[in-house]
């Protein structure tokens, strides 16, 4: 790390502590004012306009400068085997630990769900059901989803996917040109040269963000615990809920502080509790934002700035991770199809549920995970895709409705931990003299 990048990283602990001293009062005002927290929603949807409004042109420019930065583009070879390696592997590990955990704790063996239901089900929530249905085509086997996941990467307007926020054309079409650019010599210096200065210019933004960064994450916590205090029955749903939430959060738990941390230690050396507090920023924010592209910008500038991953790994791995390394997703719709598996498993008892589709769960989890957006809830609209491969019905669906939305920020924060660990394990595998900046 170089001497500009320890004094960032020394001020960082200071601002942590304030992201988190913001997190725990919003939680505390909306528990006791709970209208009030939810009137100070505006800020944080400001906030979060402010983090998106700079992931488009971020993603481009900086997968652009990532590409640019190898020299030649032949040379992208191992660090690029090692990243698809790697978003593949922890995607699997993810998968299996929430099949293993969701069989072992059985939270939907024995469940009253119809009664649930219908103390449950608010109009809000069969809205959002009859919208993740519309939006959903729902593919019927593995080769559906497949082609539907091969068409997502490529776009046939490309202003179109940056107007709509699609990363991964965009991704696509970045390395493509970045990658032609390398090959053109001097006649695309001033592309590049301009290139790499927007990437500056992006990233001097997000610091300047993350300065206001306490502010708006007070904001968005503090309005949408209030809105779900204010609901009155929050404690109801939380603790008839509770043995499925504690069986994703001791999947997402086991991920996150066991699986993570020794591939980290063991590809990496490094310390795996120095890299949570370097990641501390990014995961906060991702538990407040519920979005891994929102967060995006700040676990580029964690990983660079506070825990020394070279910039060319940062930009090469973090955006795609962004949008195609979803571990906490991947985990989490596992053990929710499961979970609605036993629940359906113990009506009907002419629903085989077996070894086979378990297989078939833990496999099209995977590729939801893939197909996934990096924003708040959209695991639950790919979740269509695992129901819809084991012939389940969406009947239990709405069950899971109410807490989606907490779940969803602690499945994010494993998303982004995911991504800044294979940022470090690639970083390895670039050439020693070329990996740093
Ligand atoms: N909110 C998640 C993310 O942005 C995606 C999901 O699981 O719903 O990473």
Redesign the pocket.
Known sequence: MSDEHQKKAGSGSGHTLLMIGAIVSALVLAWCAPAFAVSLKLGGEVFLRLLMMVVVPLVMASVMSGILGLGDVRKLGKPGAVAIGYYLTTTILAVATGVLIVNLFSPGVGLDADSMMDDMGTTEHHEKLDNIEQNEEGPKNIGDIFHKMVLMMFTSNLLKSMVEGELLPLIVFSIAFAGLLTTMGSRSETMRTLIVSINDAMMGFVMLLMKFAPIGIFCLVTSSFGKFFLEGDAWAKISSLGWYMATVLVGLGTHAFITLPLILWVFTKRNPIQFYKQMSDALLTAFST????ATLPVTMECAEVNAGVSRRSVEFVLPLGATIN?D??AL?EAAAAIFMAQIYAGVNPDFTFGFTEQIIIAVTATLAAIG?A???????VTMLIVLNAVGLPTTYLPLILPVDWLL?RF??AT?AFGDSVGSAVVDESFPAAEGTT
């Open positions: 519920a979005s891994s592209s979803m906490g997703t989490y996934a990096g924003i708040p809830e959209a695991g639950l969803d499945r994010t998303n």
